[in-house]
């Protein structure tokens, strides 16, 4: 069996002092600073809120039928921009 026997460290001289201004940040620190910055969240664009835009668009266009996959995809195209 084999025992550990701790060592005293050695005394501190101006040789072995480490000037905290010189000191590496830790990959953690900056990892902390850097998820503690204001996030943007966007928020998915809904089936609804396609569907209320595709309505104004038929509504704007006279009510026509026929143009119902252009519409949606209007709709769609609009309201991913405008984010």
């Known amino acids: 069996m084999s025992t550990n026997i ?6 501190l001289t101006e040789e072995n002092k480490v000037d905290p201004t010189q000191r590496k940040r ?4 900056a990892a902390n600073q850097q998820s503690s910055a204001v996030m943007k969240v966007v928020q998915p664009t809904t089936d609804d ?3 209320d835009r595709d309505y104004q668009l ?3 266009r006279g009510a ?3 143009h ?5 995809l209007d709709a769609e195209f609009e309201l991913l921009a405008n984010r």
Not at 26 to 29: D, F, L, Q
Not at 68 to 72: A, G, M, P, R, Y
């Open 6 to 11: 701790a060592t005293p460290s050695a005394p």
């Open 26 to 29: 830790s990959k953690s620190t």
């Open 49 to 51: 809120q396609i569907r």
């Open 58 to 60: 038929y509504i704007e």
């Open 64 to 66: 026509r039928d026929g």
């Open 68 to 72: 119902e996959l252009q519409d949606w």
